[in-house]
């Protein structure tokens, strides 16, 4: 069965850092390319950041050079580094495991519950 548990969500301040994490159990984890999608109150799920088998990366536009996504093989674990947080990346957090390593939720076979991550001004 497999599973996905985000977490390290919280509140900081604008300008502020926070780490997530994204435990994988029950199926190969290097295989599987992952990626964190995020969803504010009122808007569509968007991708945020896609690492892929290989370990090449992509980043939405609206992050790139703030956010980091990296894994760790040997723990099964996903990690998103999120440094010069702003407001408007206020929204419920979530990994997926997929087979394609891209920003659209077309090709994300499984999902996390979700964390979420609120930045004050």
């Known amino acids: 069965q497999v599973q996905l548990v985000e977490s390290g969500g919280g509140s900081v301040q604008a300008g502020g850092s926070l780490r997530l994490s994204c435990a994988a159990s029950?199926?190969?984890?290097?295989?599987?390319?992952m990626g964190w999608f995020r969803q504010a109150p009122g808007k569509e799920r968007e991708g945020v950041a896609a690492?892929?088998?290989?370990?090449?990366?992509s980043y939405a536009d609206s992050v790139k050079g703030r956010f980091a996504i990296s894994k760790d093989n040997a723990k099964n674990t996903l990690y998103l580094q999120m440094n010069s947080l702003k407001p408007e990346d206020t929204a419920m957090y979530y990994c997926?495991?997929?087979?394609?390593?891209?920003?659209?939720?077309?090709?994300?076979?499984?999902w996390g519950q979700g964390t979420q991550v609120t930045v004050s001004s």
């Open positions: 997926a495991a997929g087979r394609i390593a891209w920003l659209l939720q077309d090709g994300y076979d499984y």
């Open positions: 029950g199926y190969t984890y290097s295989t599987y390319c």
């Open positions: 690492i892929d088998r290989d370990g090449s990366t």
